[in-house]
């Protein structure tokens, strides 16, 4: 296989592939019909005046000084994902937290946070990571089903 080939070959296979992640990705969080939302939120203020937590979109048990939230939820399923940021400081007290939380399950694995908790017949499961562009940052996403 000659040089200009292998790059035609190169860049018609990068284009079939940023086609199919941006496909999945317009069908997952949904330029994907009406019952798809989406929302951004500041800070964990911000997203309780929203009315978010109270719908059950995000989390009631976040860390305090949550940031950047972002919820994408599907009315027709009842089902949302997440993610948010927060200071690396607020690790220990949401844990603290979270055990504290009627039956809350919190696995550490290294420096990987799993909690896990059932409301309002819905289940949230948030994974909290150290932030790989800010030493003093944690991230955290989160999935919520219902449950059956």
Do not use: C
């Amino acid at each position: 296989m000659n040089e200009v080939t292998r790059k035609l070959l190169l860049t018609f296979g990068g284009a079939l592939v940023l086609f199919g992640v941006s496909f999945i990705a317009h069908k997952v969080i949904g330029a994907g019909g009406p019952d798809t939302k989406i929302s951004h939120h500041a800070s964990l203020a911000d997203a309780r005046q929203a009315g978010v937590i109270e719908r059950g979109w995000v989390p009631e048990l976040l860390p305090a000084g949550s940031n950047d939230i972002t919820e994408i939820h599907d009315l027709d399923r009842n089902t949302g994902t997440g993610t948010f940021r927060f200071p690396a400081a607020d690790l220990e007290a949401f844990k603290a937290q979270a055990r504290q939380f009627a039956g809350t399950d919190l696995k550490e694995a290294g420096a990987v946070t799993y909690v896990a908790y059932t409301r309002d017949r819905s289940r949230f499961e948030l994974v909290l990571s150290p932030d790989p562009q800010k030493a003093d940052a944690m991230i955290g996403v989160w999935g919520m089903q219902p449950t059956r």
